[in-house]
């Protein structure tokens, strides 16, 4: 892998971020083009929050050498911890089925999607839990000194590219978005010598071009290799509005099953993330499973599923159900976004926030933007109360009411 197979991968990120922006209201630019920027948008004092920002974006190509040096250190220390070990040979690999999770959710989400026997786990983002179903593979067991040396100089490059290359001019403000690399091409140097069958939860991200790239190269050389792609969330607008909310740059090319949740996922797939060119050899659909986590006690239970988006909103309803009805027959959750750092304006308020990644509380009501949780509920045959994901306050008193007319 090289510079113009990373750059990719960041043209989908950056694609991501600006409508991640546009929901928060807020412009890249004020914000340094920080990746997620809109996270720290709700932060006090946001005069120094946006002048450390652009400092940040400014400082990047420099600050990045001493980041990049430091994993690099943090990775030959893992090395050495490593070569203690047996090694795991990439003849065992052959063949075999490969997960490259980016969670453990992601994890469960593959194995109950597919059915798959025996897999090997394989990832430089969430180090798994044991399991009957996988064998975790530590990626320095497959990568030299050398190549960890050749990770370290590539992300470097791949940074002063971004920022100073005049291919990349158009993108320069976004220079960043190199905070990866180091990790991304050192799954890319472990998969190197690797033809074996991946799977992955990604749809478009950096890490699902990678494993992309990757199956596209092991072909061309006539080895086997196959990339499954398990949906990990919602694609579609909403229900009736189908297709992404942006334009990915990037559409993947070697992708030969997918394993998806409804057939209007399937044609976004095609139409917005699968390049024409490729070939799908299969796909089939799966329920997602949501276990949830038992709540006791005879209140009418009601979960908000966050998103900075939507914490206006939320609060909105929040305080008008409050007033609305008798507190002693509600009990309410909040359920933030993975990706969400929750505000002070929402911790304020007197609901439960479940921060835990992998809990989800088992309730009555819940109310959502158009989510892969909001699907997941409604399943479980929860009342499921849905919200566009840059709703008004004015539509509060709405959603107040599916609730108390239930």
């Known amino acids: 892998m090289e510079t113009e197979d990373y750059i990719k991968s960041v043209r989908n990120e950056i694609s991501i971020d600006e409508y991640m922006y546009s929901l928060a209201n807020i412009k890249p630019e004020n914000y340094g083009f920080i990746p997620r920027g809109q996270k720290i948008s709700t932060f006090r004092f946001q005069f120094l ?21 430091i994993l690099f250190v943090l990775a030959l220390l893992k090395k ?32 109950s999607a597919t059915k798959s026997s025996k897999n090997y786990i394989l990832s430089v983002r969430t180090q798994p839990k044991d399991s009957k179903f996988f064998e975790y593979i530590d990626v320095f067991s497959l990568i030299s000194y050398k190549t960890l040396s050749k990770v370290f100089w590539k992300s470097i490059i791949c940074t002063y590219a971004l920022a100073y290359d005049k291919r990349y001019s158009k993108i320069s403000q976004w220079r960043v978005q190199s905070y990866t690399a180091f990790k991304w091409f ?55 509005k189908l297709g992404l909310p942006f334009r990915l740059p990037y559409r993947l090319i070697s992708v030969d099953r ?31 499973n949501l276990k949830l986590t038992g709540i006791s006690g005879n209140l009418k239970k009601v979960l908000f599923v966050g998103n900075p988006a939507c914490e206006e909103f939320h609060s909105a309803v929040f305080k008008m159900l409050k007033v609305s009805c008798n507190a002693t027959e509600f009990i309410f959750f909040y359920k933030p976004h993975p990706t969400q750092i929750v505000s002070k304006s929402i911790k304020s308020l007197d609901w ?12 009555d009501y ?6 892969t949780l909001a699907l997941e509920y409604s399943i479980c045959g929860k009342v499921v109360i849905e919200h566009a994901i840059t709703e008004t306050v004015s539509e509060a008193p709405k959603v107040v009411a599916k609730i108390l007319n239930k």
């Open 258 to 288: 997918l394993y998806i949740f409804d057939k209007e996922s399937l044609m976004t797939f095609k139409n917005e993330i699968i390049a024409e060119k490729c070939i799908l050899k299969s796909y089939k659909l799966f329920t997602p």
């Open 352 to 363: 439960i926030i479940y921060n835990e990644p992998e809990c989800f509380p088992d309730v």
């Open 49 to 69: 929050i946006v002048f450390f920002a652009k400092a940040f974006n400014f400082l990047w190509p420099i600050l990045a050498i001493f980041y990049f040096f």
């Open 366 to 371: 819940v109310v959502s933007y158009p989510s």
């Open 186 to 240: 050192l799954l890319a140097s472990a998969l190197e010598n690797i033809h074996s069958n991946l799977y992955i939860a990604d749809h478009f991200d950096r890490w699902a071009i990678l494993a992309d790239l990757h199956v596209n190269s092991s072909k061309k050389k006539g080895h086997k290799s196959t990339l499954t792609i398990v949906q990990h969330g919602i694609v579609n607008i909403t229900k009736r």
């Open 80 to 111: 050495k911890i490593t070569s203690k070990c047996t090694p795991i040979t990439k003849d065992e690999l052959k063949d075999k089925g490969i997960i490259i999770p980016s969670s453990e959710d992601a994890i469960e989400k593959i194995i």
